[in-house]
């Protein structure tokens, strides 16, 4: 099972919101301990929160949400009306565009839902690695591509000032701020001292003893279907998560949908 943070992680939402909707009866913890009224989740409810997640994309009321989810709204059904968002969204201001694109990933990992390959995912250790970065912060995860883009535009640009060398991919990971949305860590490996520079870091990250690992395959905004594989493969082999999975950057063409990325997802033993 996962805790309430490791299971907010793998589903891409916040714990404020997971809270709400087991307040609202959307979507009640598998188990809640007695003594200590922690909640937790199970891998197989991540398909009852993509359901809840795009139907509220949709433009629908909570209350909306959970009268078609008793109804068991099929994923055919389910398609036809993402498809109609789809077109109305296509039709709005660019901004809009990005959420289009996480309407596609949601809807992905619906019709991957038993389907998504496992036997991709590895678990080996990672090394210390040591970056540069540059850090912003997202208020959700829905909003990271417009903060983390141009925070690699402008660290490219001031390694290139300074002439400091690249010594492999990009690295990016994140972690929770304390008062509500992601802390971006945009780096890419570098050969270089440690030290910081007008908010420019160079850091060493520690070595992780186990991390499971998946190679996804197309931009970002397409992930979801990867990391919901990545966190059903945790589940169902008696590891439990211990943090964010790095996005190690194999390669980055001009074609976004090119992209090979890999995630690195530090795990121990449940």
């Not at 694109?101 to 390959?117: C, D, K, N, T, Y």
Request: aromatic share 6%.
């Amino acid at each position: 099972m996962f805790t309430i943070g490791d299971f907010a992680r793998h589903g891409r939402v916040s714990v404020r919101m997971l809270r709400h909707y087991d307040a609202t009866g959307l979507l009640r913890p598998a188990h809640v301990d007695p003594a200590t009224s922690y909640r937790y989740y199970t891998a197989a409810q991540l398909a009852r929160l993509n359901r809840v997640i795009a139907l509220k994309d949709l433009g629908l009321t909570l209350q909306q949400v959970g009268e078609i989810l008793d109804e068991k709204v099929s994923t055919e059904e389910l398609r036809g009306m993402l498809r109609l968002r789809r077109a109305e969204l296509a039709e709005t201001v660019a901004a809009a565009a990005a959420r289009l694109l996480q309407v596609e990933a949601r809807l992905r990992s619906i019709e991957s839902e038993g389907h998504m390959p496992s036997n991709d995912v590895i678990v080996k250790s990672l090394p210390s690695v040591r970056v540069a970065e540059l850090t912003g912060v997202a208020p959700n995860f829905d909003t990271i591509g417009p903060v983390i883009q141009p925070l690699y535009e402008d660290l490219m640009t001031r390694l290139q000032a300074a002439g400091i060398a690249l010594t492999g991919p990009g690295v990016a990971y994140y972690e929770d701020c304390p008062d509500g949305g992601v802390l971006i860590h945009a780096g890419v490996e570098v050969s270089a001292p440690l030290g910081e520079d007008g908010g420019l870091r160079i850091v060493d990250l520690p070595p992780v003893e186990q991390a499971a690992a998946i190679v996804h395959r197309g931009s970002m905004e397409t992930v979801l279907p990867a990391i919901q594989t990545l966190g059903r493969w945790i589940d169902a082999n008696g590891y439990r998560s211990t943090g964010y999975p790095r996005e190690i950057n194999l390669e980055c063409p001009a074609n976004r949908d090119d992209w090979v990325t890999e995630l690195q997802e530090p795990v121990a033993k449940a």
